[in-house]
C-alpha cells in the first residue's frame, strides 16, 4: 500500500497530556511559515529539513501499540500543511486509534477535509485576528485562522482553544479583546497557557521570571465571565 507522504520531526509514544482524557502518541510535523518568538519547537520549523523517522517506522510503532494506546495527535511545527497529513490520518483510524490534532489553522482548505476524520482539535489562538502579526511576524496571518476557527466550531468537533501567554507580547487588555471575539465567534471552551521562557524562539524572551499577566486574578475573573470554561494551565 502507498505511504502517506509526511515530513516528520519526532515522536512521542506515550502521553496523557496532549489529548485530554486519553493515552497517545503525539507525531511532530515538520515545518511551520510563522516564527512566533515564544515557539519552543524552533527545530520544528524548517520544512527542508530530513524526517528523522519514516511513516513504514511510524506505522510499525503504532501497530506495537495497538489495544494499549487510545489515539495518535498530529503536532508540529504545523501539520495542516503537509500534502500527506489527510492520508496519514485515514491510515492510524484505520489501525484503530482516534484521531487528534494541533493546529494554528494557517490555512483553513485543509481544515475543512480534515474534520471528519478528527476526534479533537487543539487550536492554537495567537492573538485578535487583526493583529496576529505582532505573534507569528507574518503580516495578515490572522485571516486563514479566522476562517478555520469558524470551520471547527460549525463542525461540533470536540476542541480546546487555546492562547500561549508570554507578558511581553500580550497584555491584559489584549487578552480581554481576544476573549470577547472568541466568545462572539461561539467559543465555550477556552485555556490560557503560561510561556515556557528558556525555549523562546526570541531570546529577547527567554528573561521573565513570573508572569504578571497570567498572575492577575482580576483578570482571568473577569475572562470567565466572558467564557465560563476557561483553565488556566501551567500558571
Ligand atoms: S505556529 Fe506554532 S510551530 Fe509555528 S512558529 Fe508559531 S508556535 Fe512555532
Same mark, same amino acid.
Given at each position: 500500500?502507498?505511504? *502517506? =507522504? $509526511?515530513?516528520? #520531526?519526532? /515522536?512521542?509514544?506515550?502521553?496523557?497530556?496532549?489529548?485530554? @482524557?486519553?493515552?497517545? !502518541?503525539?507525531?511532530?510535523?515538520?515545518?511551520?511559515?510563522?516564527?512566533?518568538?515564544?515557539?519552543?519547537?524552533?527545530?520544528?520549523?524548517?520544512?527542508?529539513?530530513?524526517?528523522?523517522?519514516?511513516?513504514?517506522?511510524?506505522?510499525?510503532?503504532?501497530?506495537?501499540?495497538?489495544?494499549?494506546?487510545?489515539?495518535?495527535?498530529?503536532?508540529?511545527?504545523? *501539520? =495542516? $500543511?503537509?500534502? #500527506?497529513? /489527510?492520508?496519514?490520518?485515514?491510515?492510524?483510524?484505520?489501525? @484503530?486509534?482516534?484521531? !487528534?490534532?494541533?493546529?494554528?489553522?494557517?490555512?483553513?482548505?485543509?481544515?475543512?477535509?480534515?474534520?471528519?476524520?478528527?476526534?479533537?482539535?487543539?487550536?492554537?489562538?495567537?492573538?485578535?485576528?487583526?493583529?496576529?502579526?505582532?505573534?507569528?511576524?507574518?503580516?495578515?496571518?490572522?485571516?486563514?485562522?479566522?476562517?478555520?476557527?469558524?470551520?471547527?466550531?460549525?463542525?461540533?468537533?470536540?476542541?480546546?482553544?487555546?492562547?500561549?501567554?508570554?507578558?511581553?507580547?500580550?497584555?491584559?487588555?489584549?487578552?480581554?479583546?481576544?476573549?470577547?471575539?472568541?466568545?462572539?465567534?461561539?467559543?465555550?471552551?477556552?485555556?490560557?497557557?503560561?510561556?515556557?521562557?528558556?525555549?523562546?524562539?526570541?531570546?529577547?524572551?527567554?528573561?521573565?521570571?513570573?508572569?504578571?499577566?497570567?498572575?492577575?486574578?482580576?483578570?482571568?475573573?473577569?475572562?470567565?465571565?466572558?467564557?465560563?470554561?476557561?483553565?488556566?494551565?501551567?500558571?
Amino acid at each position: 500500500m502507498k505511504q *502517506p =507522504i $509526511l515530513s516528520i #520531526g519526532g /515522536l512521542t509514544p506515550f502521553t496523557t497530556l496532549d489529548f485530554p @482524557g486519553h493515552l497517545a !502518541a503525539v507525531i511532530f510535523c515538520q515545518g511551520c511559515p510563522w516564527h512566533c518568538g515564544y515557539c519552543h519547537n524552533p527545530h520544528l520549523l524548517d520544512f527542508q529539513a530530513k524526517s528523522t523517522l519514516s511513516w513504514h517506522k511510524v506505522e510499525r510503532f503504532l501497530q506495537s501499540r495497538q489495544g494499549l494506546l487510545d489515539a495518535v495527535v498530529f503536532s508540529g511545527g504545523e *501539520p =495542516i $500543511l503537509q500534502k #500527506g497529513l /489527510l492520508d496519514a490520518v485515514k491510515r492510524v483510524r484505520d489501525l @484503530g486509534f482516534k484521531v !487528534a490534532l494541533h493546529t494554528a489553522g494557517i490555512n483553513s482548505n485543509p481544515i475543512a477535509k480534515l474534520l471528519p476524520y478528527l476526534d479533537w482539535i487543539g487550536f492554537d489562538i495567537k492573538a485578535p485576528f487583526a493583529r496576529y502579526a505582532m505573534i507569528t511576524g507574518v503580516p495578515d496571518s490572522g485571516k486563514q485562522p479566522e476562517k478555520s476557527a469558524q470551520l471547527i466550531l460549525e463542525s461540533g468537533i470536540a476542541y480546546e482553544f487555546r492562547t500561549t501567554v508570554h507578558p511581553q507580547l500580550l497584555n491584559e487588555k489584549t487578552l480581554l479583546e481576544l476573549a470577547m471575539s472568541l466568545a462572539d465567534l461561539g467559543v465555550q471552551r477556552y485555556v490560557l497557557q503560561d510561556c515556557r521562557p528558556a525555549h523562546c524562539l526570541d531570546a529577547s524572551l527567554q528573561t521573565f521570571s513570573r508572569n504578571q499577566v497570567l498572575g492577575n486574578e482580576r483578570l482571568i475573573q473577569d475572562i470567565l465571565a466572558i467564557i465560563p470554561e476557561t483553565i488556566v494551565r501551567n500558571r
